[in-house]
């Protein structure tokens, strides 16, 4: 029985002190480098170029595959 009481006092002392809330004040935002800036600004037409890479790729299977069936 003493033993439990122990290992319970000993669990509640690893707990510590409950953290004080930080009052919804959030972390400082992070820098960005001018590179950053302007992926961030080219982001729509970065999108697309994958976009457009994608539709080749299948293209560009399929066209294989029709050749191999003939």
């Known amino acids: 029985m003493t033993a439990l009481v122990a290992i319970l006092l000993?669990?509640?002392?690893?707990?510590?002190v409950p953290a004080e809330p930080?009052?919804?004040?959030?972390a400082p935002p992070a820098t960005r480098s001018a590179e950053d800036e302007e992926i961030i600004r080219n982001l729509d037409l970065l999108e697309h170029l994958a976009d457009?890479?994608?539709?080749?790729?299948v293209l560009d299977l399929e066209r294989e595959r029709t050749k191999l069936e003939r």
Not at 10 to 16: D, I, M, W
Not at 22 to 26: I, L, Q, R, S, Y
Not at 52 to 57: I, N, S
């Open 22 to 26: 930080d009052a919804g004040v959030g």
């Open 52 to 57: 457009r890479e994608g539709l080749e790729m």
């Open 10 to 16: 000993l669990l509640l002392g690893e707990a510590g």
